[in-house]
Nanobody
Framework: QVQLVESGGGLVQAGGSLRLSCAGS????????IGWFRQAPGKEREFVAA????????NYADIVKGRFTISKDNAKNSVYLQIDSLKTEDTAVYYC??????????????????WGLGTQVTVSS
């Protein structure tokens, strides 16, 4: 089993940057792909980025390519999401999730087994 805790969210002005962290516990964290999803008020949860268990492959939603960077540090049981050039439409609760490696390719939240409680990101204009 994997437990996940997100952190790093906050209020930031448009154009700024944030680094979200996803801290994992459990022996299987290093063998898990990690995905980031977000959910804005009144909208469905959407895929943002994912990384395979070894960190060897990453995947991004088209709308965030070039601004978001995902990385994984298995020694620290952590995954990071660097967000640059923030836009007001990035405002959402950001969740990390753990699953098998194929989940990093499918971009489907149904393929993830464990979820954190989320961290709020608010971007002001």
């Amino acid at each position: 089993q994997v437990q996940l805790v997100e952190s790093g969210g906050g209020l930031v002005q448009a154009g700024g940057s944030l680094r979200l962290s996803c801290a994992g516990s459990g022996r299987t964290f290093s063998r898990a792909a990690i995905g980031w999803f977000r959910q804005a008020p009144g909208k469905e949860r959407e895929f943002v980025a994912a990384i395979t268990s070894t960190g060897g492959r990453t995947n991004y939603a088209d709308i965030v390519k070039g601004r978001f960077t995902i990385s994984k540090d298995n020694a620290k049981n952590s995954v990071y999401l660097q967000i640059d050039s923030l836009k007001t439409e990035d405002t959402a609760v950001y969740y990390c999730a753990a699953g098998p490696d194929f989940a990093a390719v499918t971009m489907s939240f149904d393929d993830y087994d464990y979820w954190g409680l989320g961290t709020q990101v608010t971007v002001s204009s």
